[in-house]
T-cell receptor
Framework: KAGVTQTPRYLIKTRGQQVTLSCSPI?????VSWYQQTPGQGLQFLFE???????NKGNFPGRFSGRQFSNSRSEMNVSTLELGDSALYLC?????????????FGPGTRLLVL | GENVEQHPSTLSVQEGDSAVIKCTYS??????FPWYKQELGKRPQLIID?????GEKKDQRIAVTLNKTAKHFSLHITETQPEDSAVYFC????????????FGEGTQLTVNP
């Protein structure tokens, strides 16, 4: 099976712009979670989508949003970018209801905000 | 919310020695505890996980132990090899789906040949 894929892999934006990142889960996986990884804050949970619905949400401002499509692909959007949004954004997919509901991570999108 | 503390932040061992990384969690409702290995520039990869109904789990050179009473869990790597060098993260989740992971700060493990 192909693993979790994310596009784009690298992105440079300027403050105030918005950005959309994409995640394609492992085939058959219906849950997609997003995480932000920074040197200072580590790995932090953003949100989880399951069956096109946001099921869980972390402690991030409303500038961070996401959605999931009927094929389980997910996108996250960050509006009004700030310098502090520079990070590696990781998505992870899992198969809820499986014996082992392991989260499998994608390679990430590295976002640099100038 | 859940808080996970991980120690040590850096660990250097000689090849063949054992390495132990410890984590504590705050939310007694947490029931799923995975460990991830992240090499430089790569994605986190699950190396082992344990659920709260199990006290210990082993997979070849890697083992994880869980003490629910004390709310801590540990990763044990035996017979370390240079390719074990990476950052290791512990995590905890109280979601039945295993999502909404709260991660520790990470441990940089260096195995010296």
């Amino acid at each position: 099976k192909a693993g979790v894929t994310q596009t784009p892999r690298y992105l440079i934006k300027t403050r105030g712009q918005q950005v959309t990142l994409s995640c394609s889960p492992i085939s058959g996986h219906r849950s997609v979670s997003w995480y932000q990884q920074t040197p200072g804050q580590g790995l932090q949970f953003l949100f989880e989508y399951f069956s096109e619905t946001q099921r869980n949400k972390g402690n991030f401002p409303g500038r961070f949003s996401g959605r999931q499509f009927s094929n389980s692909r997910s996108e996250m959007n960050v509006s009004t970018l700030e310098l502090g949004d520079s990070a590696l954004y990781l998505c992870a997919s899992s198969l809820p209801g499986a014996i082992q509901e392991t989260q499998y991570f994608g390679p990430g999108t590295r976002l640099l905000v100038l | 919310g859940e808080n996970v503390e991980q120690h040590p932040s850096t660990l250097s061992v000689q090849e063949g020695d054992s390495a132990v990384i410890k984590c504590t969690y705050s939310d007694s409702a947490s029931n799923y505890f995975p460990w991830y290995k992240q090499e430089l520039g790569k994605r986190p990869q699950l190396i082992i996980d344990i659920r709260s109904n199990v006290g210990e789990k082993k997979d070849q050179r890697i083992a994880v132990t869980l003490n629910k009473t004390a709310k801590h869990f540990s990763l044990h790597i035996t017979e370390t090899q240079p390719e074990d060098s990476a950052v290791y993260f512990c995590a905890a989740s109280y979601e039945t789906s295993g999502s909404r992971l709260t991660f520790g700060e990470g441990t940089q493990l260096t195995v010296n040949p």
